[in-house]
T-cell receptor
């Protein structure tokens, strides 16, 4: 299993871009990088997934360098409602392991 | 929410008693999971299932057992509850769709308190 390292917490202000970097040094060839978001008292929900280079959807962008040993989730122009825990996962099969995640706090 | 229902939503039980939590899904997904969530630990995988009667251990399986006799139901049992098992328990299913490999959907959670 790939060992995941991501910051415990990050603070930001409304309207700023938030970038969360996740390290996964021993990622395997068949692994995908996936990010989830969790609000208090709810289960996590899928944000974005990628294999290499850049993926963008209506919520976020995911940047993956060529060596795939790290990835960066980018949240553009955050609002107060983006305050949540963000989890980085390396998904190789169906055994989904989350970890502690990064608590992002957005302030007015 | 992929048709996932957890029951009960809240439970208080005494140390040493058996407890069973139920996860029910309506869409015949093959893969199902049980997680526990505690402050400072994020989500930790307890057990997961990849089919009827096919289950495997996760990161924190000690003190827990699971059963899956039907596709739609995945049961988590605490044989003899301890205070360290006080937690919020989440059930999840996973599915694949075009462009996304293995996306998980979660139930509403069960808050279990062992006194």
């Amino acid at each position: 299993l790939a060992k995941i390292t991501q910051p415990i917490s990050m603070d930001s202000y409304e309207g700023q871009e938030v970038n969360i970097t996740c390290s996964h040094n021993n990622i395997a060839t068949n692994d995908y990088i996936t990010w989830y978001q969790q609000f208090p008292s709810q289960g996590p929900r899928f944000i974005i997934q990628g294999y290499k280079t850049k993926v963008t959807n209506e919520v976020a962008s995911l940047f993956i360098p060529a060596d795939r040993k790290s990835s960066t989730l980018s949240l553009p122009r955050v609002s107060l409602s983006d305050t949540a825990v963000y989890y980085c996962l390396v998904v190789g099969d169906y055994k989904l392991s989350f970890g502690a995640g990064t608590t992002v706090t957005v302030r007015a | 929410d992929a048709g996932i229902t957890q029951s009960p939503r809240h439970k208080v039980t005494e140390t040493g008693t058996p407890v069973t939590l139920r996860c029910h899904q309506t869409e015949n997904h093959r893969y199902m999971y049980w997680y526990r969530q505690d402050p400072g630990h994020g989500l930790r995988l307890i057990h997961y299932s990849y089919g009827v009667k096919d289950t495997d251990k996760g990161e924190v399986s000690d003190g827990y057992s699971v059963s899956r006799s039907k596709t739609e139901d995945f049961l988590l049992t605490l044989e003899s509850a301890t205070s360290s098992q006080t937690s919020v328990y989440f059930c999840a299913i996973s599915t694949s769709k075009q462009g996304v490999r293995t996306e998980a959907f979660f139930g509403q959670g069960t808050r279990l308190t062992v006194v």
